[in-house]
Structures are given as C-alpha cells and as structure tokens.
C-alpha cells in the first residue's frame, strides 16, 4: 500500500461521511 495522501485520506473521509449520513437517515426512517 502506498502512503495515505492528502488527496486519498479526503476521499476516506469523504465516505465516512457519507455512510455515516445515510446510516442515520436509515435509523431516523426506522424509528420515526
């Protein structure tokens, strides 16, 4: 593996926060 580049860890983070979004909208659909 090559080194986490400034470029690659924005993209990681990036999709973190889209899974995280989308987890929550799926609870929040669940229990309401």
Partial sequence: MSN???IE???I???AIVV???VLREIG???G
């Fill in 20 to 22: 995280a979004v989308l």
């Fill in 9 to 11: 860890l924005f993209f």
């Fill in 13 to 15: 983070i990036v999709i």
């Fill in 29 to 31: 659909r669940r229990g």
């Fill in 4 to 6: 986490i580049g400034g």
